[in-house]
């Protein structure tokens, strides 16, 4: 379900830095084509905390191209003539494409009735100004104390259907809660845009016509079926829709009714069906319940660096005979193979992570967004917050500095593969060859230092 794209897109790559768009909308379960950078703005505790006012979402970062809302007193242009007749000329087209994947007339009357081209949609979709957060502000925000407040009393205010869920799905209820969180604020913000205006509007402007145009269909098949009327199926701006901010097919494959009202509802005031439909998803992708997302480590003086890789898996035990233990310096409790996570390089905290890590990447692949589900869930539980120190004092890159980079290290002979401005594995792998070759730390973050050193 990869939630996914819409607001809360959060990008993270390499976990060197998150990008996103501000609050409005999240990424949901479902898979997405590639990823982009999205712009973000992170709401700050400070003193709102004190007063346990409700926090906005936090952007994620889901497998796809997220679109989220950019905080904008502007108010769009309407549709130019021209505009408004290509889009009827396309409407025209897709009811055939429509009617061919199963949609009945009335079904696709009754969903474009009165449904116009939204100018807004557009703006945001083309003009994303991308910025980079590092992934200890992102955290900052996505377990700051108003939000850790709020999520323990949503908790215990949804407890009897969280018990619930958590009993039939297997997916400890804090992590379910944390996703809440994150997507949509604990059902504060779960967007109020037509989900099929924006999916319409997005599969017209063509950018990604054929994502959005799938799930344009995927929506009209969920008002066929009968979960929700055309005029309460909202969301974000991109499409995501409901609590945890579901793209219709990830609703498809993966909501479910748990009130048993015979509608999959996950955008009523009751959350139940949205916080199980989230468990039925981290269920399907392999959640192991009692098993961390993570757990905080310290690095022995001299640890090689190189074993910091996700394919270098090892037992808690073997990695305690390296030095690296947790943060009370026993070894870690044996809860199956781990790798060694450095988001922010060797400066910051270090993680011994799990494979419910990689459950919790199929709602949204970037670092921050899975270490702050993670990590709220902890905090939510109890647990206290990350002390290792994070290297405030770095400037994370931006897009053009990134794509800079990559031309760089390609040009020196460390071959990234593609030029995208994307922070991924085959970046980190050039970066740290480079680092060795150079006799520097090589952890592979791409910091702004290494990129002045390199020009």
Do not use: C
Not at 236 to 254: D, K, R, V, Y
Not at 286 to 302: A, D, F, I, N
């Amino acid at each position: 379900m990869r939630v996914w794209f819409g607001a809360a897109t959060l990008a993270l790559f390499g976990g060197s830095s998150v990008t996103a768009e501000a609050v409005d909308q999240s990424l949901s379960p479902e898979k997405r084509p590639s990823l982009s950078f999205q712009q973000a703005s992170f709401v700050k505790a400070d003193d709102k905390a004190a007063a346990g006012a409700q926090l906005p979402p936090l952007l994620s970062l889901r497998p796809a191209l997220r679109p989220e809302r950019q905080a904008t007193t502007e108010v769009p242009p309407m549709p130019s003539a021209q505009e408004t007749a290509g889009f009827s000329q396309w409407l025209s087209g897709f009811r055939g494409r429509a009617a061919a994947r199963g949609i009945r007339p009335d079904t696709f009357d009754r969903a474009f009735r009165g449904v116009t081209l939204d100018e807004d949609v557009i703006r945001r979709d083309r003009n994303q100004a991308e910025f980079s957060k590092p992934i200890w502000d992102y955290l900052d925000s996505a377990a700051s104390e108003a939000r850790i407040s709020n999520g323990k009393a949503a908790l215990e205010k949804n407890r009897t259907a969280l018990d619930r869920i958590e009993r039939r799905y297997g997916v400890d209820k804090e992590v379910v809660v944390a996703v809440w969180g994150l997507e949509s604020a604990y059902g504060t913000f779960r967007g109020k845009s037509s989900v099929i205006r924006s999916l319409a509007t997005l599969a017209y402007e063509g950018r990604r016509a054929d994502f959005f145009e799938d799930q344009l269909i995927d929506a009209l098949v969920i008002l066929q079926a009968g979960d929700i009327t055309p005029d309460k199926m909202t969301g974000s701006w991109a499409g995501a829709m409901g609590h945890t901010q579901f793209m219709p097919s990830s609703f498809l494959e993966h909501a479910v009714d748990f009130t048993g009202d015979g509608r999959r509802d996950i955008w009523s005031d009751d959350p139940s069906d949205a916080l199980a439909s989230t468990a039925a998803y981290l269920a399907h992708f392999g959640w192991t319940k009692g098993q961390p997302w993570g757990v905080e480590v310290k690095l022995p003086r001299g640890f090689d660096y190189a074993l910091a890789q996700r394919k270098i898996t090892r037992s808690p035990t073997d990695w305690a005979r390296l030095g690296v233990v947790g943060l009370n310096g026993a070894p870690v409790r044996d809860y199956g193979k781990a790798a060694i996570l450095l988001p922010a390089g060797g400066r910051g905290a270090a993680f011994m992570i799990f494979d419910n890590f990689a459950v919790i990447e199929h709602y949204n692949s970037a670092d921050a967004y899975v270490i702050g589900v993670g990590h709220l869930s902890d905090r939510i539980r109890g647990a206290g917050p990350i002390r290792s120190a994070w290297p405030r004092d770095d400037r994370t890159l931006s897009f053009d500095e990134k794509m800079e980079l990559q031309q760089r290290l390609t040009l020196a002979g460390y071959d990234t593969r593609t030029i995208d401005g994307r922070i991924g594995p085959l970046t980190i792998s050039a970066v740290r060859a480079y680092q060795v070759a150079n006799g520097l730390l090589p952890d592979g973050y791409p910091s702004y230092d290494l990129l002045k050193r390199m020009r």
